[in-house]
């Protein structure tokens, strides 16, 4: 895919990896469809991007609700006129131990609501978008790349039980996707970001971060630009499809 006015929408791009994403692409000459449900931090980033001289406009809209969804890529399709890629970046942590036992008796369990906001956002969420984004890519007669970032916690991570299960979920559709639509020339494509500085992991405690750095052989965590820089790399590789790319400096062996 030629980035030079290909239109690409970003989900959760209003801060952290969706907004280095869409900034590395307008770079290249991308249009930019911005989609978050942080309305007073999405216009300031789409003014920002616009007094670069980018083209770009913002979408308020709830991924994991259909009608939201729906409603978001007709207005996509209606200022643009095509759509190119999308990258399903929008995602919340509700992190907690399945159970938490003290003196042998169960204290505290991992409650539903905790369970399912995750999945609403992390996996129906990526459902939903990528069925929209599909649906307006199938009568263009360009390449399109559909790429779901997902996590190198998709193996399972303690205190991750939606995550985990959520990001392992996101996978399943990049395969699945990348199988069923070949035939529209949409590729489908997943990056599995290690322990990434964002403004989510900032809010960790000081000792957690100092740990998590020391884990990863490459001894630091790594930065929203060198997942920027694989959305690029698989955007422009027309013959990469159905697998995915671990940015994570080593942290999953």
Not at 11 to 18: K, W
Not at 154 to 176: E, F, H, M, P, W
Not at 212 to 233: F, N, R, W, Y
């Amino acid at each position: 895919m030629k980035l030079q006015d290909a239109v690409i929408a970003i989900t959760g791009a209003a801060q952290g990896l969706g907004s280095a994403i869409a900034e590395s692409l307008a770079e290249q000459g991308a249009k930019i469809a911005l989609i978050d449900v942080n309305q007073q931090a999405l216009a300031a980033f789409t003014n920002k991007l616009k007094d670069k001289g980018v083209t770009a406009a913002y979408y308020v809209c709830n991924v994991a609700n259909e009608t939201d969804v729906e409603q978001c890529f007709t207005a996509i399709q209606n200022d643009f006129q095509q759509l190119d890629g999308l990258i399903n970046n929008a995602g919340i942590l509700r992190d907690g131990m399945l159970l938490k036992v003290k003196d042998g008796k169960v204290s505290k369990k991992l409650e539903l609501s905790q369970w399912q906001q995750v999945i609403d956002v992390n996996l129906t969420g990526v459902f939903l978008c990528g069925r929209e984004a599909a649906a307006l890519m199938v009568s263009n007669q360009r390449p399109n790349c559909i790429i779901n970032i997902s996590s190198v916690s998709r193996a399972g991570n303690i205190g991750q039980s939606n995550y985990s299960a959520a990001k392992a979920g996101v996978v399943a559709l990049t395969t699945t996707w990348a199988k069923e639509l070949a035939r529209y020339n949409i590729r489908s494509m997943a990056i599995a970001p290690g322990f990434i500085e964002t403004e989510m992991t900032a809010s960790m405690p000081p000792e957690a971060q100092a740990h998590m750095a020391k884990i990863i052989p490459l001894g630091k965590a790594g930065q929203a630009e060198h997942i920027a820089l694989t959305v690029k790399q698989i955007l422009e590789n027309d013959y990469m499809t159905g697998r995915v790319i671990e940015v994570d400096g080593g942290l999953r062996v």
